[in-house]
């Protein structure tokens, strides 16, 4: 009898994941961005397994291409995990990312470098040019309600310049990032 259970369920495992690997990426993405708030995915090509987007979007902050394979491994633990990999003209890196079980969405070993300029833009009133490289580094985070939570991780800025309004030469800026309960904080120092 329990090898019959066995048998059962190992087959179950087989089915969901060969059913994963042809089912259609765009049909997965509608449903990942109703989830997620502020996500926008163009030019889906793939499959759920592995596949590609010409243009990943967070929160109006463009992430340029993003291509992603499945992590079959994570399913024994009852995870949905992928690795991502960013490979756009402002930005570069990879990392992990999945669904747990109970529907919270996590992000591991996250490590990409950017142009400042983007980023700094979409937080300051007033357009402003810099010069620099940034690196953000997360060890881990849920993100619940569109919110980070369990967040470690680092965001540092090498060779950190503001040439416009003002001109300002910060040098190298580290941010270091946690997160406790509702709050999010960041330690800077220079």
């Known amino acids: 009898m329990r090898l019959s259970w066995r048998l059962l369920s190992a087959g179950l495992l087989v089915y969901l ?15 990942l961005q109703q989830q997620v708030d502020g996500l926008v995915l163009q030019a889906v ?11 990943l979007e967070v929160k109006g902050i463009d992430l340029g291409p993003v291509s992603w394979s ?30 747990g079980l109970s529907g919270a969405i996590y992000g591991r070993e996250l490590e990409t470098a950017l142009q400042p300029d983007p980023l700094v833009n979409h937080f300051s009133a007033i357009p402003v040019q810099t010069t620099g490289v940034v ?23 090498s060779d950190a310049s503001i040439l416009d309004p003002v001109s300002l ?12 309960g509702d709050s999010l904080t960041g330690r800077i120092s220079n």
Request: hydrophobic residues 45%.
């Open 17 to 31: 994941l060969f059913m994963l690997i042809g089912f259609p990426a765009q049909k997965g993405v509608r449903f």
């Open 45 to 55: 090509s793939g499959t759920l397994f592995s596949g590609r987007a010409g243009q």
């Open 70 to 99: 499945l992590r079959p491994a994570a399913m024994l633990k009852g995870r949905l995990e992928y690795r991502l990999d960013f490979a756009g003209p402002q930005i570069k890196g990879a990392g992990y990312a999945g669904i």
């Open 135 to 157: 690196v953000v580094r997360a060890e881990r985070f849920k993100l619940v309600d569109g919110f980070p939570r369990d967040l470690s991780g680092q965001i540092d800025w």
């Open 169 to 180: 030469k910060l040098g190298d800026v580290a941010l270091v990032l946690n997160s406790a």
